[in-house]
Nanobody, 122 residues
């Protein structure tokens, strides 16, 4: 029943901005670390950014530092990825991930969205 759904992808010119949204349902949102990954044409899926549920710490891939910002709205069960100064190399399918490791039961919960396409052109 738990799922995450991405939205906000599209076509944008170099230097432009987009904001991606990932909305979760069927899970206790505040317990999950949320993250964004992407997969460009002919490439492997790579880490982009994450937001840790415990303290709100954020982490970014070197390629997007200073340009992308991840944030969380608990009331809306939504995590965002604000993307500025976009480059052609940012073109990819962007995926949202929700992850929770229960330290009491030792069970891991991992949910992925279906992805949203971001295309950056000159």
């Amino acid at each position: 029943q738990a799922q995450v759904v991405e939205s906000g992808g599209g076509l944008v010119q170099t230097g432009g901005s987009l904001r991606l949204s990932c909305t979760a349902s069927g899970l206790t949102f505040n317990q999950y670390t949320m993250a964004w990954f992407r997969q460009g044409p002919g490439k492997e899926r790579e880490f982009v950014a994450s937001h840790v549920h415990k303290d709100g710490s954020t982490y970014y891939a070197d390629s997007v530092k200073g340009r992308f910002t991840i944030s969380r709205d608990i009331a809306k069960n939504t995590v965002y990825l604000q993307m500025n100064s976009l480059k052609p190399e940012d073109t990819a399918v962007y995926y949202c991930r929700a992850e929770y490791g229960d330290i009491v039961t030792m069970k891991d919960y991992d949910y992925w969205g279906q992805g949203t396409q971001v295309t950056v052109s000159s």
